[in-house]
């Protein structure tokens, strides 16, 4: 069977051998092995912490967490109760089927709606719908997000909200080396001291030292290339890039990241969180990412 459920996780599975599992909690893809054209076997392309919290206890350190409707501290009246990076990563998503079963790939979709729960800190209707797809060297996630309010007040009901793919990929953090970035403005998050933004110079960007940057007016395709080995990002309606990682002088302090853990992965983030979204009621927006293996060496000469 391409699809199978227990109580908690999704497990999708390829004919030619690749494979993906999505937590019901968060809708958190937990795991994506995948081979490529010169090792057929396939093997995990996302970092999971080993002390990672699985049981829906908390978010999950890894893997492929939902970042909505707020993208770190809130800074929106309308996110003011949520914690950071809002409740898409920290309620359980309801099972919606599978969309897609053939030889190309399987396709399945989870929704949330307002709960209780949700309701008492966050007071917009919405129905989100999550698909994600599995191919032989491929995996894509859309996030579809709704207004359903029936409201007829005027001005409308608009939903505001940010969003973002938290993608850990598997990778040696201290070889990685990631673009087209040069050129771009950036808010560098680690620089406390400066207020604006900054200017990438580097063709390649690497993540030897603590990295916390969000790119403005991103070109929505990117490599993220180690030798030996490289993921391709593309993204859809994403306008954002994230780069992050914590290096020890950060990652020592995460409670739930493994001792060195951040020497094994890269997060690069396609997100819209840089201003908000908006939609009117009645209408969709639909956020999507596809990362793909790259099949051959593509290593930048710098």
């Not at 995948?34 to 990672?52: T, Y």
């Not at 950071?84 to 990563?89: L, P, S």
């Not at 209707?125 to 999550?130: I, P, R, V």
Request: glycine share 8%.
């Amino acid at each position: 069977m391409p699809v199978e459920q227990s109580k908690d996780k999704i497990t999708l599975k390829h004919p030619k051998g690749s494979s993906a599992e999505i937590l019901l909690y968060g809708a958190t893809v937990i795991s994506w092995k995948a081979g490529d054209k010169r090792h057929s076997e396939p093997s995990e392309r996302l970092f999971v912490s080993s002390k990672a919290f699985l049981d829906g206890s908390k978010p999950v350190r890894g893997g492929i967490p939902v970042v909505f409707p707020c993208f770190g501290a809130p800074s929106h009246p309308d996110h003011s109760r949520l914690s950071q990076h809002g409740f898409g990563r920290s309620e359980i998503w309801t099972w919606d089927g599978i969309i897609m079963d053939n030889e190309a790939g399987v396709s399945v979709r989870l929704t949330l709606e307002p709960t209780p729960k949700i309701a008492a800190v966050y007071s917009k209707s919405f129905h989100l719908s999550y698909v994600v797809t599995l191919a032989e060297h491929q995996l894509s996630t859309d996030l579809h997000v709704k207004n359903t309010s029936t409201s007829t007040a005027f001005p409308p009901d608009v939903i505001e909200f940010q969003a973002l793919f938290h993608n850990y990929i598997r990778a040696p953090a201290k070889d990685v080396l990631i673009h087209p970035l040069r050129n771009l403005k950036y808010a560098d998050k680690t620089d406390t001291s400066y207020q604006g933004l900054k200017t990438e110079t580097r063709a390649g960007v690497d993540v030897r030292t603590f990295t916390d940057s969000v790119y403005e007016d991103a070109p929505q395709k990117y490599e993220v290339s180690w030798p030996g080995g490289g993921i391709a990002v593309r993204s859809t309606h994403l306008k954002n890039v994230v780069v992050w990682n914590p290096q020890k002088e950060a990652g020592s302090k995460i409670a739930d990241m493994e001792d060195g853990g951040w020497e094994r992965y890269v997060c690069l983030e396609p997100g819209y969180v840089l201003g908000f979204e908006k939609i009117e009621p009645g209408k969709t927006w639909i956020g999507q990412q596809v990362l793909s293996v790259i099949h051959e060496e593509r290593r930048m000469n710098l």
